[in-house]
């Protein structure tokens, strides 16, 4: 059926993402981490060469002092406040270590400990503060003004947080959605991937729903608002990204697990092996000494090299390799996941409509190519996804495309046109016939039943052939399904708001069996949180705005990063920026020898500084000697962690994973 309405004429827009919002990003230096921990970088890079080449004191004090200030007062006032809630945590252990260091001529191991730490909560306000506004960007998706019917018939422009339940809204061609209601008037097909992530615009006609921030294609649609502004599925997956990032329990790496344990034992043994000799009568200046000696050797700059190396040259080789992992702590939580959910659209497809099949029906006179070509031609005006496919197919297998006449376009039908003298209609089975024939609606549900959209061709009104068109599923989507099942010990879930007979028949390709089609965002949020609750470590790959809330709920989001929506991007923990879906399972086995690594490293600066504790208590160690070995052990635990920047170490995680 064609629409009643008068379309008016829109200005076409520019190709843009689909799902894409206007961006409101967060300048790094607007947050005031990010501009502590700068000065605090800039004043320690300019003091370190001044002290390398023997320049006098007074020119790199200063300067080693103002890093210690500008980088230090923030965490460690941030420490005095979390002792006085009688916690101690890492943050003002590392500032009293450093200062400890200072304070036995070490300055710039101090100057260089604080600079790690404000760089690290810098980045991670960063983080926070980047999807923030991802989040408030998701709202523009939905338009600012609707065109509210009158009951005189009428029109008024108005804002969509006063439309009401009851209102009917015109939403002419090009324009987004302005509110959740339900067609009264009017056919066109509307894309709302950023909803369901269906990879092709749906048909909606009188009865069918549509949803606030989807956009409309050629028809003009009445449609009668059915839930306030606030409660539109827009707003509601705002809400459930927000909820879910909230409650998201943070997790913390191996060594700050015990930061508790290891702070106050540290402190304790540190006034006790200052006070004990003092009150047997040992001098002073030889008792603090062995407390600063005790101090720096007990120190963890060891420890947190221990931890920190590994996860970091595991992010840069990833990121080589077209991987952006956004911290050290998503690096570690990648190695613990033992179960995956991915999106179909987008994920584990290419997310774009391809011909893939191609049947002239008997009698018709016409081959593949001919048929190809004549539904080309005439498609080739059209600006609708499954047109541009045929196009597509008909200019990849070489085909000149004839000119076309008396081009028209019925929104929900398909398009007619005249090409070489002959009427060809391109269209929906069930829309172009009354009555389909038998020998049609056999080839119809053929394709129907192997996941296929099929596409009817007549040609001078009678039935010519048909065409199959689907998203076709990424070259590598069934080996990364087989190396996250080895990985995992379990198959992935398919998460999808697709349709289920597409969503089975892909599953099948792609090695999966555990299918949930015919989801929206909240439904994929609920499948995600059952599993976390079944005492699963989740890891969600997706790519789309219906995809965030399920990213933010997880052990551990991955967003594909291509054609990913910005809300995807910055809610999820990782991105895989090249769209090579074979890298997941790589950064997963990456993830796993990284936290070996680590592992290696503690034990390694557990050793070190048991001897060295040992030896200061139960012996005299020389306070250079025990620089000597502390900074020895932090070297060795850095180099060691360095192994996986080696493009070899990539390579053997892609072949762990394919094991």
Known sequence: MTSTLTPQPVERAKPARTGAAPRRRTRVLALPEARWAAAATVFFLLALPLQLTGAPAWTWGPLYALSYVTGGWEPGWEGLKALKERTLDVDLLMVVAALGAAAIGQVMDGALLIVIFA???????????????????????????????????????????????????????????????????????????????????????????????????????????????????????????????????????????????????????????????????????????????????????????????????????????????????????????????????????????????????????????????????????SEHPLARAVVDAARERGLGLPGAEDFTSAPGVGVTAVVNGRGVAVGAPARLLDGTGSAVAAVAEELEESGRTAVLVLVDGAPAGLLGIADRLRPDAAATVAALTTLTGTAPTLLTGDNPRAAAHLAAEAGIDDVRAGLLPQDKLTAVQEMERAGRKVLVVGDGVNDAPALAAAHTGIAMGRAGSDLALETADAVIVRDELAAVPTTVALSRRARRLVVQNLVIAGVFITGLVVWDLAGNLPLPLGVAGHEGSTVLVGLNGLRLLRETAWQRASAEGSD
């Open 119 to 381: 760089t690290s909560g810098a980045l991670e306000a960063l983080a926070t503060a980047r999807t923030a506004d991802s989040v408030r960007g998701l709202l523009d998706l939905a338009p600012a003004t609707a065109t509210r019917l009158t009951p005189d018939g009428g029109e008024q422009t108005v804002p969509v947080e006063e439309l009401a339940v009851g209102d009917t809204v015109l939403v002419r061609p090009g324009e987004r959605v302005g509110a959740d209601g339900r067609v009264l008037d009017g056919a066109s097909d509307v894309d709302q991937a950023t909803i369901t992530g269906e990879p092709l615009p749906a048909a909606k006609e009188p009865g069918d729903e549509v949803f606030a921030g989807t956009l409309n294609g050629t028809g003009a649609l009445r449609v009668r608002v059915e839930r306030d502004a606030s409660d539109s599925v827009i707003a509601r997956i705002v809400r459930m990204v927000e909820e879910a990032s909230e409650t998201k329990a943070p997790t913390q790496l191996f060594i700050e697990k015990v930061e508790q344990r290891y702070s106050l034992g540290m402190v304790a043994a540190t006034l006790a092996v200052f006070l004990v000799p003092l009150a047997f009568g040992e001098q002073l200046t030889d008792a603090l000494l062995r407390a600063m000696t005790f101090m720096i050797v007990a120190s963890p700059c060891a420890v947190v090299l221990a931890t920190m190396p590994p996860l970091l040259s595991a992010i840069a080789n990833a990121g080589r390799h077209g991987v952006l992992v956004k911290s050290a702590v998503v690096m570690e939580r990648l190695g613990q996941v033992d179960a995956v959910a991915l999106d179909k659209t987008g994920t584990l497809t290419e997310g774009s409509p391809r011909v893939t099949d191609v049947r002239p029906l008997p009698g018709s006179g016409l081959d593949e190519a001919e048929l190809l070509t004549l539904a080309a031609a005439a498609e080739r005006p």
